[in-house]
């Protein structure tokens, strides 16, 4: 998908009734995990995701590969 929308992992801003927030931010609450790697291997320092700042409002660019539905 090319949107957020209907994501088990997106977020949303919502207001003091508990409705979504018109101004339509969220945040993806997709949890990352990093591949396995040889025992004679180790990480030089471990890669940290950046970012997940989402819209309702606004399409992305690619499709994301870890859209789930509810």
């Known amino acids: 998908m090319?949107?957020?929308k209907g994501c088990k992992y997106a977020e949303w801003k919502r207001t003091k009734n508990n409705r979504l927030h018109?101004?339509?931010k969220g945040i993806c609450k997709y949890k990352c995990k990093l591949p396995v790697?040889?025992?004679s291997m180790s990480w030089s320092i471990t890669p940290?995701?950046?970012g997940g700042h989402?819209?309702?409002h606004k399409d992305h660019i690619y499709h994301c590969l870890c859209y789930d539905i509810e």
């Open 22 to 24: 018109p101004g339509g």
């Open 54 to 56: 989402i819209y309702r």
């Open 2 to 4: 090319k949107n957020c």
């Open 37 to 39: 790697i040889p025992a």
């Open 48 to 50: 940290k995701p950046r």
